[in-house]
């Protein structure tokens, strides 16, 4: 079984090659996802990881403000189309 991380980063660079425009979601109960957060953001200001990049990765602890993150494109402004939408 494949672990959450390893999808995570499946999902990241779908969007980085353009195969979709989703975010990735991370609910970040107690911090638990906040010292790879601490490692995004840190990659990004030493340059390894661009901005854009960076903002594919969404973080809150609020669940109901993060799947309305979730559903706008990575770093965009307009709802990505649901399948029983299309």
Not at 33 to 60: E, M
Request: charged fraction near 15%; include cysteine.
């Amino acid at each position: 079984m494949a672990s959450a991380r390893s999808k995570s980063s499946e999902v990241i660079t779908w969007t980085q090659l353009g195969i979709h425009p989703k975010s990735c979601g991370l609910l970040n109960v107690v911090g638990y996802y906040a010292p790879l957060l601490a490692q995004f953001d840190r990659a990004t200001s030493d340059g390894f990881v661009k901005p854009a990049n960076r903002r594919i990765v969404i973080a809150d602890t609020d669940p109901a403000a993060l799947v309305g993150a979730v559903l706008l494109p990575a770093g965009g402004t307009d709802p990505v189309l649901l399948p029983d939408e299309l």
